[in-house]
């Protein structure tokens, strides 16, 4: 846990956050400043910067997010519609907070 970290802290329950889902890997909570009707962040517990800093051994964790991503595009009822899966890296890539995380955004035209 980076205490610095606004997800870490999210993940610690130090925040209101509500969890729509959690597993030993990983919690999914929705973005505060929503870019479409359904915009979840899927966030691995491990603090780890961005994409660039992943190891081989942290492959599964990508694996992981992108499965539950899936999973909750169908809880949410956008799996048909369909929807988009983002993974911002660094600054020029429009990352803003530093703790790897995956976005899903969809819910347009249901
Ligand atoms: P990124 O630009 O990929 O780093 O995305 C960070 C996302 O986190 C942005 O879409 C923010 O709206 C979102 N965000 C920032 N703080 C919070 C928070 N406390 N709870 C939920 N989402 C947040
Ligand atoms: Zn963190």
């Known amino acids: 846990m980076e205490k610095e970290c ?3 802290n999210i993940i610690a329950g130090n925040t209101d956050t509500r969890f729509l889902y959690e597993d030993d890997t990983l919690v999914v909570f929705r973005d505060i400043h929503p870019h479409a009707p359904v ?3 899927i ?3 491990k603090h780890i910067r961005s994409i660039n800093d992943l190891t ?3 492959g599964g964790i990508v694996s992981r997010v992108t499965m539950v991503a899936r999973d909750m595009a169908r809880e949410q009822g ?3 519609s369909g929807y988009k899966l983002l993974f911002n890296v660094e600054r ?3 990352q803003v907070i530093f703790h790897l995380h995956l ?3 969809g819910g347009w035209g249901r």
């Open 92 to 94: 020029g890539g429009g």
């Open 56 to 58: 081989p051994e942290e």
């Open 39 to 41: 915009h979840l962040l």
């Open 43 to 45: 966030v691995p517990r």
């Open 6 to 8: 606004i997800f870490c």
């Open 103 to 105: 976005h899903l955004i």
């Open 78 to 80: 956008v799996h048909k």
